[in-house]
């Protein structure tokens, strides 16, 4: 038996569930509706793994993620809720497309979620780590679509905040989409998130870092600039080790900063912090990245800016002449409308699931006439 693909079970309790058919991948059991066929496993993370599928009534190849015991933290639980909610209103080519969410046999008291995606070849994190070589058009297209999905997100109110090479998906011919939505924001301007652990350390924005209150979709563009600065060396630019590590090595390449674009910072602890670090130049981009397009570097450099209020925007980037050529704005309709994504961080278990179900309905009307869960089959 190859140990690499599904195998068909028998369900564990003796009783197969109509609709429903059992599979087991890496160790752990897939209960998943009848129409999906899966293949093979093809991740893993902390929420559980994923496998590649086929669904029978269209022939597509599609992903499944199943979400292990999603309410055993509530933190994951309002994680994938958020997903949920966010991937309902989401349709856009750079983006991953949500294309289904099983609904379980016991609304009240499902314990694990299957979330079915539209099917990629890997991630940007396996070709930045690959012996691959990446001309300057797989570097600027990369980084084309990333901005134009973020575009996107950003005119639908939508803040990703952990943008890195693992939650960008590519197909073979160099397609990519964001993924995972899991501590992404709806902007309100006045709100304030800083409750809460947010974005890869590595990729994660000064502002974030100096704990400021209000921050906006500038931190996704510093993501941005740290997933390109990889792409074009191969290697992450600030591998930071903790918090204060991290701000040492901004300020190592970037240089010491001067009081103006210190103004942002809200805290004066963290100013403080700041304003004691030895002075520095900073290190040039093209030293670092000598092989890289010129062009590529001047948009690097603006958007790897200290102050956010000085960082190019998604749009102005896209304007840039390394861009020339690929960006046409008549292709590249905003959202049709801002999503408001007011969740309650304070629901409880039984508030999350019944807000899991009414998005599960959105994919399977006819399962409103089922109110407690659908009939077993010998």
């Given at each position: 038996m190859n140990r690499d693909m599904a195998t068909y079970v028998e369900p564990p309790n003796g009783f197969r569930q109509r609709g429903k058919h059992y599979y087991t991948m890496w160790q752990t059991l897939f209960e998943i509706d009848t129409k999906y066929i899966p293949i093979k496993p093809i991740g893993r993370g902390a929420y559980g793994v994923v496998c590649s599928s086929i669904n029978r009534e269209t022939n597509e190849k599609v992903a499944i993620k199943k979400i292990n015991n999603v309410f055993g933290n509530p933190t994951d639980a309002l994680r994938t809720l958020r997903e949920l909610k966010l991937l309902r209103h989401i349709r856009h080519e750079?983006?991953?497309?949500?294309k289904d969410v099983m609904f379980p046999i016991y609304r009240n008291s499902f314990k694990d979620v299957y979330l079915?995606?539209?099917?990629?070849?890997t991630d940007l994190h396996h070709i930045i780590k690959s012996s691959q070589p990446l001309s300057n058009d797989h570097c600027k297209f990369f980084l084309f679509q990333l901005l134009r999905g973020l575009k996107y997100l950003h005119s639908a109110n939508v803040l990703h905040r952990d943008l890195k090479p693992g939650n960008l998906l590519v197909n073979a011919n160099c397609e990519l989409k964001i993924c995972d939505f899991g501590l992404a924001r709806t902007s309100q301007g006045s709100e304030q998130f800083m409750t809460e652990y947010v974005v890869t350390r590595w990729y994660r924005a000064p502002e974030l870092l100096l704990c400021c209150d209000n921050y906006g979709t500038s931190i996704d563009v510093w993501s941005v600039g740290c997933i390109f600065a990889e792409i074009l060396g191969r290697k992450p630019l600030f591998p930071g080790t903790e918090c204060l590590n991290q701000l040492k090595?901004?300020?190592?390449?970037?240089?010491?900063?001067?009081d103006n674009d210190l103004g942002f910072i809200d805290n004066a602890k963290a100013r403080r912090f700041i304003k004691t670090l030895p002075f520095t130049r900073g290190i040039g981009l093209s030293s670092l990245y000598p092989l890289a397009d010129p062009l590529a570097l001047d948009l690097l450099r603006r958007m790897l800016v200290f102050d956010p209020a000085k960082r190019i925007t998604v749009t102005e980037a896209l304007h840039h002449p390394y861009m020339a050529g690929l960006f046409d704005p008549n292709n590249n309709p905003p959202a049709r409308m801002p999503i408001n994504l007011d969740l309650d961080e304070n629901m409880n278990e039984e508030m999350i699931r019944e807000e899991m179900v009414r998005e599960m309905l959105h994919y399977h009307p006819e399962a409103a006439a089922y109110p407690m869960g659908m009939v077993l089959e010998r």
């Open positions: 750079n983006v991953i497309g949500l079915v995606y539209d099917l990629m070849d090595l901004i300020i190592n390449i970037l240089g010491s900063q001067n």
